[in-house]
């Protein structure tokens, strides 16, 4: 198994905390591509979470509040619709309060766990991979 260690994130210039907050938002950016790319891809009987459903839908929420995602019609798309699509694709079921369940992942509080973005970034510095959210969906 591999290690890395991971700087803890209280950066002490504006500049440090400038630098954090755009790679904050490219790494949005990329999770938004990477998911439209996921809903896109065509079904399989094999595609499934690697992760919790909790990750899954703190990923939907990320995405839903970028609005890049649209539809046929070229309206964005609803959190409920894309909640549904992929959890559809990724033979997971979808939780009852998938909304709340998203806000909770995004808080975390009292977990030892950062949050979705946070581990998406950390991988995104460390590794140079095409496509990052294929880590977390088995083929």
Same mark, same amino acid.
């Given at each position: 198994m591999n290690y890395n260690y991971r700087t803890p994130l209280n950066? !002490? $210039?504006s500049e440090q905390q400038l630098m954090i907050k755009q790679q904050r938002r490219? !790494?949005?950016t990329k999770l938004a591509q990477d998911f439209c790319q996921l809903l896109n891809s065509p079904n399989s009987p094999n595609l499934h979470w690697n992760s919790t459903i909790s990750d899954l839908m703190?990923?939907?929420l990320l995405v839903f509040q970028e609005g890049n995602i649209v539809n046929k019609t070229g309206c964005p798309c609803s959190f409920r619709d894309m909640a549904t699509e992929i959890c559809n694709? /990724?033979?997971v079921k979808q939780p009852r309060y998938a909304r709340r369940? !998203?806000?909770?992942?995004?808080q975390r509080k009292g977990v030892r766990q950062c949050?979705? /973005?946070d581990r998406y970034l950390f991988t995104m510095t460390n590794n140079n991979g095409? $496509?990052?959210?294929?880590q977390y969906v088995g083929r």
């Amino acid at each position: 198994m591999n290690y890395n260690y991971r700087t803890p994130l209280n950066p !002490a $210039s504006s500049e440090q905390q400038l630098m954090i907050k755009q790679q904050r938002r490219m !790494a949005r950016t990329k999770l938004a591509q990477d998911f439209c790319q996921l809903l896109n891809s065509p079904n399989s009987p094999n595609l499934h979470w690697n992760s919790t459903i909790s990750d899954l839908m703190e990923v939907v929420l990320l995405v839903f509040q970028e609005g890049n995602i649209v539809n046929k019609t070229g309206c964005p798309c609803s959190f409920r619709d894309m909640a549904t699509e992929i959890c559809n694709k /990724l033979h997971v079921k979808q939780p009852r309060y998938a909304r709340r369940c !998203a806000n909770q992942a995004t808080q975390r509080k009292g977990v030892r766990q950062c949050s979705f /973005l946070d581990r998406y970034l950390f991988t995104m510095t460390n590794n140079n991979g095409d $496509s990052l959210l294929n880590q977390y969906v088995g083929r």
